[in-house]
Every structure is written in C-alpha cells, then in structure tokens.
C-alpha cells in the first residue's frame, strides 16, 4: 500500500510516501512557518503521489480525540499562528483518503513499537528530550489518549539543590522539561548541549532529573521497556548514569527480569532518527483498516 507520512514539529514539516512494512521511498522536509505558508505546499507533496492513506504525527497540544468537537485541530500551542488550525480536515478535504492522526510523541512510540525497539511489546514509553520533553504512550496495545493526550513532559520533579538556575518552563518552576529540555541545559550552562560533553556537573544533574521522571512514571504505568530519544539523548554517556539512578531510587521495591536487565529496559530510539515518520506511516495503515 502506497502510504503518506507527515510527521509535523515546530521548526519542520517532514512528508514521505512509504509502505506498511516502515520502508520509507522518498521524504521532504518543509519549514514550518504559518498554516497558510506550510500546508499548500504539503498538500501539493502528497496529492502528487497517490497515496491510499495519510498517517500524521503532529506537534501538540492538539485534540486526538476522535468524536470530541475539536477532534483534528491543533489547540493552545506557543506557536500562534497554529492555534485553532484543523489540520485533519485541511487534509480530509484535500485527498479523500483514510487519516490517522496522532501527537508527534505518540507516533515516535508507534514507530518504535511496530518497527524499532519495542516491537511486539504492549506496554511502552516513548520519551523525546529535545528542544522540548514529551512523551508516548502504548498501553494495553494502543495508543494512550485520556481526555486529550498524555503532557508527561510537564511531571513535576524535586529541584536539586545543585542546580544553579532552574526551570525554564513559564507554567512550572519544577517541571522535566523545564529542567531537563535542551534549552534548559543551555540557559543553566551559558552554551548549548552539544558544547558541554567534557562537563560532567551537566550530565550529573541531567540523569539526577531524567531518573527521577522515570521513576514516576516507572511506578505509574509499569512500562515494559522505555525509550530515550530527542537531540539531548544523543549524549549517549547519559544512558549508563539513569540506569543507575533508576536502579538506585527503585531501591529494591520492585524485583522484576525487566528492571534486571537495566540494558534492555532503558534503550535509545533505535530508527535512526525515522521513528517518527515511521510510526505516521502505521498510523495511516491503521486507519485504512479502521475505514475497511
Ligand atoms: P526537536 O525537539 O526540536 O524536534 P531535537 O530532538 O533535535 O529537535 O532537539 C533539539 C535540542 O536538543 C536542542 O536544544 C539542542 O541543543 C539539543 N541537542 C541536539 N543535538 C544534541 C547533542 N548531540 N547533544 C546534546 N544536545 C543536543
Ligand atoms: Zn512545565
């Protein structure tokens, strides 16, 4: 089946044609400025290329909820100009053709859990830790959604007393990703992430912060595994250190063959950086199967 991706962020709009096994044929990636600038271009992409179905993993908040009023339509976001846009009925009108939409997180859990590191597993956590932090969520062998999509960014965290700055989050002094985002290590260090490999007062606090998140949500959702992506995880020296700390906060409170083999359990996104556009290609696959 001939399938359109669209894997929708803040600085880029990535749109591919591939297939239901993840391989991906050719993409493009486009600047996202305003929906009137961004979508007739994508538009143009994909009614181009006969597809038979189109996934889309996009930048939240925006409502997932199929049935709600709002089902489609980016919500209250920073970025101004997308708030209020429906994008599901931009490209419902433009292509007639089977839609599925999801959050950019839950699509990179998605394309992890089909194709990459999670595969075949049912209860799973997808976390980006980038220009911003959110997470996916497969639980119970689907796609979590609640009254809109988990925001497993903003957890809230114990500042540590060695942290010289704080939270860069303007709804939370204490929230992950007010204190673990790239922009919160570059307003806390004085130079971007990537600069600061050598210093290892960075990653100290970067993994005392990730761990803590992991741990709630360890506790809550029982995940079989949980996976790290996002710009900053490309730090790899910081995997070893949240192992440890996971380990060491659990405590011994949990004893099971998953949290043994710490390796395993807390991995990098493994899809070269494609989870994303792979999981809006399943998406697009499920919702021919829900239409049939
Ligand atoms: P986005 O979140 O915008 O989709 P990324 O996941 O690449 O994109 O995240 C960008 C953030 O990650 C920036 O704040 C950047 O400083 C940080 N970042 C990107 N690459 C690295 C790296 N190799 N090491 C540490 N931080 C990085
Ligand atoms: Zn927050």
Known sequence: MRIGALEGGGTK???AVGDETGRI???ISIPTTTPDETIPPMMEYFRARNIEALGIAMFGPVDVVEGSANYGKILNTPKLAWQGCD???AFRDALRVPIGLDTDVNGSCLGE????AAKGLDCVVYYTIGTGVGAGIFAGGKLLHGMLHP???HILLRVSKKDPSGSVCPFHPNCFEGLCSGPSIEKRWGKKAVELKDRPEVWELESDY???ALVS???LLSPQRIILGGG???QEQLFPMIRKKVHRLINGYLQTPELEDMDSYIVPASLCDNQGIMGALRLGELAVRKAR
């Open 13 to 15: 709009m990535v749109c």
């Open 232 to 234: 900053v995880m490309h």
């Open 87 to 89: 994008v599901l009925r």
């Open 113 to 116: 859990v089909t194709y990459g």
């Open 217 to 219: 949500v360890i506790m």
């Open 25 to 27: 044929e050719e993409q």
């Open 210 to 212: 990730i761990a803590q």
């Open 151 to 153: 925001e497993a960014g």
